[in-house]
Antibody, heavy 120, light 111 residues
Framework: QVQLQQWGAGLLKPSETLSLTCAVYGGSFSGDYWNWIRQPPGKGLEWIGEISHSGNTNYNPSLKSRVTISMDTSKNHFSLKLSSLTSADTAVYYC??????????????WGQGTLVTVSS | QSVLTQPPSVSGAPGQRVTISCTGSSSNIGTGYDVHWYQQLPETAPKLLIYGNSNRPSGVPDRFSGSKSGTSASLAITGLQAEDEADYYCQSYDRSLSGSVFGGGTKLTVL
């Protein structure tokens, strides 16, 4: 079964760019959507965006100007970059698979999460 | 402010039944988009609990059930157990935002 493992820098300064990577084990990119979701400390979940198995992307309008999601099929990885960071971007970031069923698909499985703190 | 509205907290005694509501609008649940539910235990990643409004993934006890009607959905938990104490989130798709949306989450306390 598919498992996701993610990594990236956990402490960044304001105005810097967040960079996280998620590796897909036990499966491939074909037929699914690959998502990033974040959760500020003590708060709820926010969908950041997705990349399809064919490389098409879709982003949350509130973050669209700062987000880039890409993939490397040769390594079974997909990545998140979020630029111009502020303290409001401090959160646990999760990667997750969205089965290619329809636009209203679910997320399963999830990565273990990476806490990213933005502080000067 | 989340696009989908959930009560901040619910509680129940062991063995009891509780329900968690998820209210949306004509832009998401009311359009016919599916609702999914997640359980998040402390300090862990969310786990899929219900998908496609009422389907349980393999391994999820049948004490958990989901339903949808109109612009709302509900998660029911029967035979409450101490290990059910967690945060629960609903999720759907919003056509105005052209993306996935979550509820604000509901903290379940087992008394």
């Amino acid at each position: 079964q598919v498992q996701l493992q993610q990594w990236g820098a956990g402490l960044l300064k304001p105005s810097e760019t967040l960079s996280l990577t998620c590796a897909v084990y036990g499966g491939s990119f074909s037929g699914d959507y690959w998502n990033w979701i974040r959760q500020p400390p003590g708060k709820g979940l926010e969908w950041i965006g997705e990349i399809s198995h064919s490389g098409n992307t879709n982003y949350n309008p509130s973050l669209k100007s700062r987000v880039t999601i890409s993939m490397d099929t040769s390594k079974n990885h997909f990545s998140l970059k979020l630029s111009s960071l502020t303290s409001a971007d401090t959160a646990v970031y999760y990667c997750a698979r969205g089965p290619d069923v329809n636009v209203d698909t679910w997320f399963d499985p999830w990565g273990q999460g990476t806490l990213v703190t933005v502080s000067s | 402010q989340s696009v989908l509205t959930q009560p901040p907290s619910v509680s129940g005694a062991p063995g009891q039944r509780v329900t968690i509501s998820c209210t949306g609008s004509s832009s998401n649940i009311g359009t016919g988009y599916d609702v999914h539910w997640y359980q998040q235990l402390p300090e862990t990643a969310p786990k899929l609990l219900i998908y496609g409004n009422s389907n349980r993934p393999s391994g999820v006890p049948d004490r958990f059930s989901g339903s949808k009607s109109g612009t709302s959905a509900s998660l029911a938990i029967t035979g409450l157990q101490a290990e059910d104490e967690a945060d629960y989130y609903c999720q759907s798709y919003d056509r105005s935002l052209s993306g996935s949306v979550f509820g604000g989450g509901t903290k379940l306390t087992v008394l």
